[in-house]
């Protein structure tokens, strides 16, 4: 089954904030690591939105919250239960690991056929 990681971080954390070393060693090792990506500074982003047949572009993060995505990855694992366990090695759950405030999420990934579970 394919799983998307959203790690998240709060706009007010100091950049290099994150350590993911253990969980992309051990991802990579198990073959379970598909893609990752890392994001820009969401300031530097924009939100589009459409009301009424008029688009609206604001520009920097997502408002409405201090947390934004720095980064996604693509699994292929056994089970929800491996993709979170792999998730956890990056919010710290691993003795001496820094934490990460603002969390990961774990989302499974459907196909065209809908989802794989």
Same mark, same amino acid.
């Given at each position: 089954?394919?799983?998307?990681?959203?790690?998240?971080?709060?706009?007010?954390?100091?950049?290099?904030?994150?350590? =993911?070393?253990?969980?992309?060693?051990? &991802?990579?090792? &198990?073959?379970?690591?598909?893609?990752?990506? $890392?994001? &820009?500074?969401?300031? #530097?982003?924009?939100? #589009?939105?459409?009301?009424?047949?008029?688009?609206?572009?604001?520009?920097?993060?997502?408002?409405?919250?201090?947390?934004?995505?720095?980064?996604?990855?693509?699994?292929?694992?056994?089970?929800? =239960?491996? $993709?979170?366990?792999? &998730?956890?090695?990056?919010?710290?759950?691993?003795?001496? $690991?820094?934490?990460?405030?603002?969390?990961?999420?774990?989302?499974?990934?459907? =196909?065209?056929?809908?989802?794989?579970?």
């Amino acid at each position: 089954m394919k799983f998307l990681l959203n790690l998240y971080l709060d706009a007010a954390d100091p950049p290099g904030e994150r350590s =993911d070393e253990d969980f992309l060693a051990a &991802a990579w090792q &198990a073959g379970e690591l598909v893609s990752a990506h $890392a994001f &820009a500074d969401p300031s #530097i982003g924009a939100v #589009i939105r459409v009301r009424e047949g008029v688009v609206s572009v604001t520009e920097g993060p997502y408002p409405g919250t201090s947390d934004h995505v720095v980064g996604q990855y693509v699994l292929d694992c056994e089970s929800r =239960d491996r $993709a979170v366990e792999l &998730a956890a090695l990056m919010a710290g759950a691993r003795p001496g $690991a820094r934490h990460l405030a603002g969390g990961v999420e774990v989302r499974p990934l459907m =196909d065209a056929a809908g989802m794989e579970m």
